[in-house]
């Protein structure tokens, strides 16, 4: 039996350890999701919050011959979605935001790397305008991007995870892509 179909068992019968245990499993890459959406630690936490108590109440429908990730993916999306539709917050940016790659990969690290103090300068000031681009982007094109490029997202799955179709969230992701190349030869970072 999958350990998770055992703690996902267990949490019905409203065991406190096991869904301490199920979603400790899952802790890291829900934070990831919650702060790559509000980029403030605070606020990805008090979401990972609501996440939780979602999961608790909604755990006794989960079925438990379906894969759990994509539920939580989901939970989790549909709760950032809320989040911005409500609190209708200009969200800042990490420079700590793990990128899903490994744990030690942060948007800081993928941008550039430095390796002497002219290309360190270089590398912060790049670095401070792809998140103003990035921050400037729509919410319809931030999320679908960030999903992409930041959690490793398929279109499939981000589509699902959005209701929305696979041509729409293509679509999306492109126009993303447009505007921040845009943006960033604006700055002068790429050249046209």
């Known amino acids: 039996m999958d350990i998770n179909v055992s703690l996902i068992k267990r949490?019905?019968?409203?065991?406190?350890?096991?869904?301490d245990s199920l979603l400790g499993?899952?802790?890291?890459?829900?934070?990831?999701?919650?702060?790559?959406?509000t980029f403030n630690q605070d606020e990805a936490l008090d979401m990972m919050q609501e996440v939780y108590i979602k999961i608790f109440r909604n755990i006794h429908g989960f079925d438990e011959n379906r894969p759990f990730l994509p539920w939580l993916k989901r939970i989790a999306i549909n709760t950032c979605l809320n989040?911005?539709?409500?609190?209708?917050k200009l969200p800042q940016l990490s420079l700590d935001l793990e990128t899903g790659e490994d744990e030690s990969s942060t948007l800081l690290d993928c941008i550039a790397a430095a390796d002497d103090t002219e290309e360190t300068a270089v590398f912060h000031e790049?670095?401070?305008?792809?998140?103003?681009?990035?921050?400037?982007?729509?919410?319809n094109y931030r999320l679908p991007l960030t999903l992409r490029y930041l959690e490793n997202m398929n279109y499939e799955e981000i589509?699902?995870?959005?209701?929305?179709?696979?041509?729409?969230?293509?679509?999306?992701?492109?126009?993303?892509?447009?505007?921040?190349?845009?943006?960033?030869?604006?700055?002068?970072?790429?050249?046209?």
């Open 11 to 19: 949490c019905k019968n409203n065991e406190r350890a096991a869904f």
């Open 25 to 37: 499993k899952y802790e890291g890459y829900l934070y990831n999701v919650c702060y790559g959406y």
């Open 83 to 88: 989040y911005k539709r409500d609190n209708k």
């Open 126 to 139: 790049t670095q401070e305008i792809v998140i103003k681009s990035l921050q400037e982007l729509p919410d």
């Open 159 to 192: 589509a699902a995870a959005l209701k929305q179709p696979v041509g729409t969230v293509k679509n999306s992701v492109f126009r993303a892509r447009n505007i921040m190349k845009k943006s960033l030869q604006a700055y002068g970072i790429l050249e046209v």
